[in-house]
């Protein structure tokens, strides 16, 4: 039997981590479509970061990117999040837009350029420093496009000495993060393209430097979950990037393609110890089309709810099919707890924490979205590289 009251404290102490690029105007390759109200400095996406949370009750920090999200004053930044009742979360670093990195940052074949990489990434830790930030989240874009353009060993040698010097500057409690992508923008040899690449740096380095999961970061098919549970076994599942995909890197609002596979994926992450671990659940999702705040908040409650069937599993019945070879018992056990209408649950466990039980429809009753739209007039919208 589930605990029903060890199921609401999980879901009442939930944290997920919304990203500062996710509030600002976002595109394809295309377009980028402007929307009215979109914050056009890091304090405005910091306020609609609070709002967020002010109406989910688990959004409590905000992640940076730099230098999207470059300020004067980090410490200030973090004391104007403080006041409106988040604070700032992992920082993410940018070797990607500039022309010096056409044909890679760390992994450049030119050491001047690799150590302009090393050195953003450097500057990180100190923005770290100033914002009591745990975590410096990696994602290098670093690759080539055709056999022969560079060689691949002495990419990985280029690669595993800048982590190397970045993991050194690390401080007590700071962690290195290494995400990994198997495709885009490299289509034919991705220097980090899949978490065995990602967990052996990582294991090379030390206990600091652990692996992030972007769910949209895989090949068609890939078992996300299989991967979720080796690492947290391993002690090196770092955080999630969470977004849904239907075909490749779609950056689409988590669960909306596959909720099941979301479900399974949280299953994993309550299986072994994931809530409890450290592990940094937040949202790298680009709202293209929807409205920027709404998305978040159904984005978060999306995970909410994942999270919710995941804790519903009945894990002694589990346990008992699977130990007696029973196949169909033991899948009707997972399928029932999917199958589960978790809101009215969840809607008990805002209650108890003073929210509205409907965070979608009470962020649209505040006039928050009338508010920015209406104040947020002149000046530059912030977006992709601003």
């Given at each position: 039997m589930t605990d029903l009251a060890?199921?609401?404290a999980a879901l009442r102490t939930q944290a997920v981590e919304t990203p500062s690029w996710a509030y600002a105007n976002s595109g394809t390759r295309f377009k980028v479509f402007a929307q009215p109200g979109v914050p056009r400095d890091p304090r405005e996406k910091v306020a609609d970061a609070a709002k967020v949370?002010?109406?989910?009750?688990?959004?409590?920090?905000?992640?940076?990117?730099?230098?999207?999200?470059t300020v004067d004053d980090y410490a200030a930044l973090a004391k104007y999040a403080e006041e409106r009742g988040v604070r700032l979360g992992a920082i993410n670093s940018n070797t990607f837009q500039d022309d010096d990195y056409r044909l890679g940052s760390v992994c450049h074949p030119d050491a001047a350029v690799r150590r302009k990489a090393v050195r953003h990434l450097l500057d990180c830790v100190d923005i770290m420093d100033a914002t009591g930030s745990r975590d410096l989240k990696l994602w290098f874009a670093d690759g080539t496009n055709y056999p022969g353009q560079d060689d691949i060993r002495s990419r990985q040698e280029r690669l595993s000495e800048a982590l190397a010097e970045v993991y050194e500057r690390l401080g007590d409690g700071q962690r290195m993060l290494l995400e990994y992508k198997f495709f885009e923008p490299a289509f034919y040899a991705t220097d980090v393209p899949d978490w065995g690449t990602a967990y052996a740096h990582c294991l090379k380095l030390g206990p600091k430097a652990q692996v992030v999961v972007d769910t949209g970061h895989h090949a068609p098919g890939t078992n996300i979950e299989f991967i979720v549970a080796t690492l947290l076994r391993e002690g090196r599942l770092g955080?999630?990037?969470?977004?849904?995909r239907f075909y490749a890197d779609d950056d689409l609002m988590v669960g909306a393609a596959d909720p099941f596979q979301l479900f399974r994926i949280m299953y994993e992450v309550v299986r072994g110890g994931g809530l409890?671990?450290?592990?940094?659940?937040?949202?790298?999702q680009c709202?293209?089309?929807?409205?920027?705040?709404p998305a978040i908040i159904r984005s978060v409650m999306n995970v909410q709810e994942a999270t919710a069937k995941a804790l519903l599993v009945d894990?002694?019945?589990?346990?008992?099919?699977?130990?007696?070879?029973?196949?169909?018992?033991?899948?009707a056990v997972v399928m029932d707890a999917f199958s589960t209408?978790?809101?009215p649950l969840l809607g008990e466990v805002r209650?108890?924490?003073?929210?509205?039980?409907?965070?979608?429809?009470?962020y649209a009753r505040s006039g928050w979205q009338e508010r920015i739209v209406l104040e947020r007039v002149g000046g530059v919208q912030a977006g992709w590289g601003a």
């Open positions: 060890a199921v609401k949370h002010e109406f989910t009750g688990i959004a409590p920090t905000v992640a940076l990117h730099i230098p999207w999200d955080g999630f990037d969470f977004n849904s409890d671990a450290g592990v940094a659940f937040m949202l790298d709202h293209n089309i929807e409205a920027k705040i894990a002694e019945a589990l346990a008992a099919a699977q130990g007696a070879g029973d196949v169909l018992g033991a899948n209408d978790v809101r209650g108890e924490m003073g929210l509205e039980a409907d965070p979608c429809g009470a």
